[in-house]
C-alpha cells in the first residue's frame, strides 16, 4: 500500500474473506485511502478504487471469470491490479495428486498461467510484470537448503507454482 501510495494512488481497495488478515493490514498500511473490505467485490462500486489486491483470492472463487470482470469495473481506467495465485503448470503436473494447492474443498479454481493472462486481457486489463515462485515444496518438507535452491530455480526459470502479476486496467 505505501509503495502504490507513493506513486499517487488516491484509493486503494483489499478485499480478503479472512478479518484477522485485514486486520493486519490495515494496522500495517497506515498511509493513504486504503480500505479493506471482508467478502465479495460487489461491495465496491464501479470506478471506486485506483488500485485492487487479490491475494489467496483468485483459487477461492467459484467464478473466476466473474471475479476477473467485476475487478475490470471496480478499478478506474489506468488502475492497477496486484494478483496472487496459485497456478497450475509443471510444478502441479510433478506432484500430482499430492500438490500442495490441490486442495479441493478450498482451492475452487487454479487457472493455468496462460489462462489467468488470457482472463485479464479480455477484461480490459495489461500485464505489467509478473514473478512465478515456489517449487511446489511446504514449509519443512525437504532440506532447508535443498528447498531454497529448488525454489531459486523455479522463479529464476520461471516454472514456480505461483503467480504474482501486476495488470494495468485500460
Not at 471506486?48 to 470482470?69: Q, R, W, Y
Not at 467485476?70 to 510444478?91: F, I, K, M, W, Y
Not at 525437504?142 to 494495468?168: H, N, S, V, W
Amino acid at each position: 500500500v505505501r509503495y502504490l501510495v507513493g506513486r499517487g494512488s488516491v484509493s486503494t481497495l483489499g478485499l480478503d474473506v479472512s478479518e484477522s488478515l485485514l486486520a493486519a493490514a490495515r494496522a500495517l498500511s497506515g498511509v493513504g485511502d486504503a480500505t479493506f473490505l471482508r467478502g465479495s467485490l460487489e461491495a465496491a462500486a464501479d470506478g471506486s478504487c485506483d488500485n485492487l489486491f487479490m491475494f489467496n483470492v483468485i483459487e477461492h472463487s467459484p467464478d473466476v471469470a466473474g471475479l476477473v470482470a467485476r475487478a475490470s469495473r471496480v478499478l478506474v481506467r489506468g488502475g492497477l491490479a496486484v494478483v496472487e495465485t496459485p497456478v497450475a503448470g509443471l510444478v502441479s503436473r510433478a506432484f500430482g495428486p499430492s500438490w500442495r494447492h490441490l486442495m479441493p474443498d478450498e482451492h475452487l479454481a487454479i487457472p493455468s498461467a496462460r489462462a489467468l493472462y488470457a482472463l485479464f486481457a479480455r477484461n480490459g486489463f495489461r500485464p505489467l510484470g509478473s514473478t512465478r515462485f515456489g517449487c511446489g515444496l511446504s514449509a519443512g518438507s525437504a532440506p532447508r537448503a535443498a528447498q531454497a535452491a529448488l525454489d531459486a530455480l523455479a522463479k529464476r526459470f520461471g516454472f514456480g507454482d505461483r503467480l504474482c502479476a501486476l495488470f494495468e486496467r485500460t
